[in-house]
């Protein structure tokens, strides 16, 4: 069972964790290395808390951007398949038929969702049709964006 707030809640507990062990773990490298012990200067202990926390929040946003437990892409298709399944099922006699009721329930019903028609993206310009999850964008900034980040990699 995949419950999108739990999922929510444990990425940010791990990154506030993350965010600990990068201080202490740079506080811990800073005391034990004598060269920058030695210098004391605050630009060398500023290189390395900024290159510590570069690598964490890399890291955190390679794997946030890339676990199929956080949805966005994966999670976009999936809805999108939920809702043709629901329309097909709402309106069997409409299958194959060209009057558009199915198109438009699933177009609904991705819009309660909280995802827009967006038929300027690449994949959608192959088949603009209602089933394909490439045509849609989520409505929420956070969530288009990291989306779009996945399909400039996928």
């Known amino acids: 069972m995949n419950i999108p707030g739990l999922t929510v809640v444990t990425m940010s507990a791990l990154f506030g964790l993350g965010v600990i062990m990068v201080i202490a773990g740079g506080v811990g490298f800073m005391s034990s290395n004598p060269v920058l012990m ?18 964490f929040v890399g890291g955190i946003g390679v794997h946030f951007t890339g ?5 966005f892409l994966k999670g976009q298709m ?4 939920q809702c043709e399944l629901a329309s097909e099922a709402a309106h069997p ?3 194959g038929g060209r009057s558009g ?11 309660v ?18 089933t394909n999850g490439y045509c849609y964008a989520p409505a929420d900034w956070f969530d ?8 400039f990699f996928d």
Not at 67 to 71: K, M
Not at 78 to 81: E, G, P, T, V
Not at 101 to 111: A, E, N
């Open 38 to 55: 030695e210098n004391r200067h605050r630009f060398a202990q500023g290189v390395v808390f900024t290159a510590a926390a570069l690598m």
């Open 67 to 71: 676990s199929s437990n956080t949805a």
């Open 78 to 81: 999936q809805r999108a398949s």
């Open 93 to 95: 006699e409409a299958r």
């Open 101 to 111: 009721v199915i198109s438009r329930q699933i177009l609904s019903c991705m819009q």
């Open 113 to 130: 969702a909280g995802y827009d028609w967006n038929e300027r993206t690449a994949r959608c310009q192959d088949a603009p049709v209602a």
């Open 144 to 151: 288009r964006a990291v989306t779009t980040t996945q399909l």
